[in-house]
């Protein structure tokens, strides 16, 4: 039997990058994983390889940011699985470049993907978990949710907003009526497509990605960069009753990125 065997979980953003490795890793241990995204193309492919691999799910466009998207969403897992025990909320975007040229209104796209998201995802998950006796849920955060980093000011206050907001949702739910958990997790450089969009300071604000092995092998004391696969184990345990005690926790995956 899987670690999260029988078990239902929502990965938003599981179109690609870390999501899909965590909604891959979270049903090749028996849950049954609605992937959502608005890249439906890609969220087919993530869907195609949890199948290949013999796993059980289906993918929802579902657009984090719309409220009335959320409803719709947690109505049909409702509908079909009765039940919600596991979300990722990992939805989320990057915008760089130095704070005095960034636009309010690239500002407020970020905070409403990396956090009106997670608030949404918490706010509309919680009374079916409840339902259905508990659960666990983990909002992705990163190292910029930790300290602080030149050109990304905007992600730096969604992440470190994700990471406080985790603590308080997890003080609110942790009594027995609810039994869920809530719990942040904090990449550091993994190798992902949202570096093909976050604008690169070193290479003159242009968006050519940066290079990641050279940054690295500098900046992460373990040498290297990350997989998401690294996340999904972590977001794996976080899931699983493995972590029944941890609840508004942090867990860094960064390599020591964070402690250098
Ligand atoms: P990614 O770009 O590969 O994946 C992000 C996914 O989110 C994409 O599939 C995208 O379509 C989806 N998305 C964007 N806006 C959305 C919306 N409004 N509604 C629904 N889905 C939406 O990037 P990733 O690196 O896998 O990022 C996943 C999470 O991990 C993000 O929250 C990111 O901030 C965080 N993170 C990544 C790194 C890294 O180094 N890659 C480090 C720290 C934190």
Redesign the pocket.
Known sequence: AGRVNGKVALV??????????CAERLAQEGAAVIV????DD??AETLAAITAAGGKGEYLR?????EA?WEAVIAQVRERHGRLDILV??????IGGPVLEMTLADWRRQT???LD?VFLGVKHAIPLMRAGGGGSIVN??????LKGAPNLAG?CA??GG?RLFTKAVAMECANAKDGIRVNS?????????????IINPANSGTNAPPD?DAISSMAVPLGA??Y?ED?ANGVLWLASEESRYVTGAELVIDGGLSVR
Do not use: C, F
């Not at 938003?12 to 490795?21: E, H, P």
């Open positions: 938003t953003g599981g179109a690609s990058g870390i999501g899909r490795g959502t995204d608005v890249q890609k969220g579902h657009d984090v940011t719309d998207a909320n990992n939805a989320g975007i990057g409403a993907v990396n998201g992705m955060s990163s190292v910029a949710g992600y969604t992440k994700v997790v904090h990449p550091g450089i993994i190798e992902t497509p949202i570096w093909l969009s990641l960069k990350g998401p996340i």
